[in-house]
């Protein structure tokens, strides 16, 4: 793990050595954030969060219950963000911004990748987590007790984070976790507690642990703003690396962190507060795309109201949040493969900004299968009868050579259908070829360790029996079905 990372720092620095590694400095004025737990210990007791009957056990959830906001709760503007960012400081680095060839010829338009599995966890979620650390330990000094619930990444992001700050790092995980993941927690030195069999039961148990330390304090995977604004740093570096806005960005949610760092992101650059956004998910793992939707009577409405009734079939249940005035639904299970795509509800806070982005962001949904197969052909697979058939010859599989777990292929999917990627962007068909080619895209290459070659193999069986079910992929984005040609 080790000399990954000082080689990735190497490649990041070698490349983009002449591009400033600083952010602005901050405004100076005092941040109030959200706390999960209280200054004291024994106002961390007293205002735990309650399991009874009607609440979600979802990070959510849990986290309202813990707090009471002020009026400038979440004014993140003066987040310190003049930190050094690379590894040695506990903080981020800045990932490059590379023109993708292969991904270009094949949509006809310029398609760049935005490479965050270089951050010094192999993901995205090292930005806010490490930013966060850095302020937690800043408030509560080396005593700093870092508890975080996760179903992989963001838990080695906190454990880099911890090890490189000096703090002490708790990671519990679903049982369903692979060994090799539990072992790169515990090798950048974090206790690692397995338990429960989805996301949420490990986080209720996480809370309870919590009670026991004075010094513990919660981190959270992704409904934090300052986790948000640690995300946003990356829409900074890319204003500096393409100079003009793209005409769409590609991301996947999960919980929504990502998501919620590009909207933050782009709101505060001029020209770029209207640029759209393209959320992926997996079925059976699309809490985000279930929160539009609600919110939107169905994407019918360009302006966002409660939904006035439920479908009983729905796989969610409801909760309003009163502090967006957004409804979040609660999935009641979880069928993607995609763990790390496995939140069952989204952030309020995030969902928020995404009915109130100025530019469009459109809700993507893809089968496992499709993202296995993007999967493979990202890492330039040979076996090409399960890559998709806009590939045009056997050399157009010889890509970037990187390995993606589901998650992060479920972003790069698009990718490899032209007539996905078009009816995504250019929905009405209007866009004449050259006009096509002069659009920009950027796919933000999130990351992830949960991936292994074993793995990638792992895929033929599944996909030859999706071949042999059916000849298309299913896709659905703003409630609209799209078949794709396998």
């Given at each position: 793990m080790d000399a990954w990372v000082f080689s990735m720092q190497a490649i990041?620095?070698?490349?983009?050595l002449t591009v400033s590694m600083y952010l602005p400095a901050s405004s100076g004025t005092t941040v109030i954030v959200r706390s999960i737990w209280s200054q004291t210990d024994s106002d961390r007791r007293a205002n735990g969060p309650s399991f009874g009957s009607g609440s979600h056990d979802s990070e959510a959830a849990l986290r309202r219950n813990t707090s009471h906001k002020s009026e400038n709760e979440y004014d993140v503007s003066s987040c310190n963000m003049n930190a050094e960012m690379n590894p040695s400081t506990g903080t981020w680095i800045q990932t490059p911004l590379i023109y993708s060839s292969?991904?270009?010829d094949r949509l006809g338009c310029s398609a760049y990748l935005k490479l965050e599995n270089l951050q010094p966890s192999q993901s995205?979620?090292?930005?806010?987590?490490?930013?966060r650390v850095q302020e937690l330990k800043a408030q509560f000094g080396p005593a700093l007790h870092v508890f975080i619930a996760s179903s992989g990444n963001a838990g080695l992001a906190a454990a880099v984070a911890a090890r490189n700050l000096q703090v002490r790092c708790t990671v519990y995980l679903p049982v369903v976790v692979a060994q090799a993941t539990q072992d790169m927690l515990r090798k950048q030195g974090a206790d690692v507690v397995s338990v429960g069999q989805i996301y949420s039961e490990a986080l209720k148990a996480m809370y309870e642990a919590t009670k026991e330390d004075p010094n513990a304090v919660v981190l959270s995977g992704y409904d934090d703003p300052v986790l948000w604004k640690g995300h946003s740093s990356m829409?900074?570096?890319?204003k500096s690396q393409l100079h003009n806005p793209p005409d769409?960005?590609?991301c996947a949610v999960g919980g929504g962190g990502l998501i919620g760092g590009i909207l933050l992101g782009s709101q505060s650059i001029a020209g770029w507060d209207n640029v759209p956004v393209v959320s992926l998910e997996t079925h059976g793992s699309n809490c985000f795309y279930h929160a539009i939707s609600l919110n939107t009577q169905g994407f019918g409405s360009k302006t966002s109201s409660l939904p006035s009734s439920?479908?009983?079939?729905a796989p969610y249940t409801?909760?309003?949040s009163e502090e967006y005035q957004v409804a979040i639904p609660y999935m009641r299970t979880l069928t993607s493969r995609a763990a790390s795509l496995g939140a069952t509800s989204p952030a309020p806070g995030v969902v928020r900004m995404a009915l109130d982005h100025a530019g469009e962001v459109k809700c993507v949904c893809i089968s496992d299968e499709f993202a296995m197969s993007t999967a493979r052909a990202f890492a330039g697979e040979q076996s090409v009868r399960h890559i998709v058939s806009s590939l045009r010859s056997p050399t157009d599989v010889d890509e970037h050579k990187f390995l993606l777990e589901l998650a992060c292929a479920t972003t790069m999917s698009p990718a490899y259908s032209y007539d996905l990627f078009w009816r995504i962007l250019d929905s009405t068909s209007k866009l004449s070829a050259e006009e096509k080619r002069k659009k920009n895209v950027i796919f933000i290459v999130?990351?992830?360790?949960?991936?292994?070659?074993d793995e990638l193999s792992e895929y033929d069986p599944i996909l030859d029996r999706a071949a042999e079910a059916e000849r298309e992929w299913k896709v659905i984005c703003n409630g609209t079905e799209i078949c794709v040609p396998k």
């Open positions: 990041t620095e070698e490349l983009y292969h991904i270009s995205f979620k090292y930005r806010g987590v490490s930013l829409v900074e570096e890319m769409a960005i590609f439920i479908p009983p079939e409801v909760q309003i999130c990351g992830g360790v949960k991936v292994t070659f």
